[in-house]
């Protein structure tokens, strides 16, 4: 079964400086994908990132980058330059395999609260 | 240019009562999910719906549990019965067609809060 594992449940970080969160995941399957996404305070789910199983080059998008280690089956998100607005709680998650009915739903890791501090 | 709608935002109900939570999917997207969110973990699919269809429900638990999407409205996720487990967040989310992927990410709303007492 597919399995996502953050470890860190929470970060701190000083602003301007860079943060790694790290992912983890487990599955059989030979193509997945495998999304970031930042939930603030307000509650809402904001799409950061995301990255093939196939995908040749590591994702970036911006600050964001990821840190693609698919032997060590570990998909990290990286933010350059923290700003205070970092602050929230982290999301990673992995498509389910697009067999058995299955759309290709998420499933989510428990996440990891980042505090960035002035 | 809205995006995924929810509400309400919050909802108390006592133990027994109805819960009714709706979402209104981006302009654009027929395809809408539901996840609910408990405290201090990561979000749980619950079902997938497409307009009059019910996709896949394979995270709904089976009794007191109900998601429509119509052919006119938004989509309501129904909890007949509410039990204190039942506090959560919901997440709807939808995407312009089937199948996740990096060219078709799921865009969720804020969520709405179930508490009950």
């Known amino acids: 079964a597919q399995k996502i594992t953050q470890t860190q449940p929470g970060m701190f970080v000083q602003e301007k400086e860079a943060v790694t969160l790290d992912c983890t995941y487990d599955t059989s399957d030979p193509s997945y994908g495998l999304f970031w996404y930042k939930q603030p305070s307000s509650g809402e789910m904001i799409f950061l990132i995301y990255?093939?199983?196939?995908?040749?080059q590591n994702a970036t998008e911006g600050r964001y980058s990821l840190n693609f280690q698919k032997a060590r089956k570990s998909a990290n998100l990286v933010i350059s330059a923290s700003q205070l607005g970092d602050s929230a709680m982290y999301f990673c998650a992995m498509r389910e395999p697009f067999y058995g009915g299955s759309q290709g739903n998420l499933i989510f890791g428990k996440g990891t609260k980042l505090s960035v501090k002035p | 240019n809205a995006g995924v709608m929810q509400n309400p935002r919050h909802l108390v109900r006592r133990r027994g009562q109805e819960a009714r939570l709706r979402c209104s999917p981006m302009k654009g997207h027929s395809h809408v999910y539901w996840y609910r969110q408990l405290p201090e973990e990561g979000l749980k699919f619950m079902v997938y719906l497409q307009k009059e269809n019910i996709i896949d429900e394979s995270g709904m638990p089976k009794e007191r549990f109900s998601a429509e999407f119509p052919k006119e409205g938004p989509s309501i996720l129904r909890i007949q019965q509410v039990v204190r487990g039942d506090s959560a967040a919901y997440f709807c989310?939808?995407?312009?067609?089937?199948?996740?992927?990096?060219?078709?990410?799921?865009?969720f709303g804020a969520g709405s809060r179930l508490t009950v007492l």
């Open positions: 989310a939808s995407s312009p067609k089937g199948r996740i992927s990096g060219a078709n990410v799921l865009t």
């Open positions: 990255q093939g199983s196939y995908d040749q």
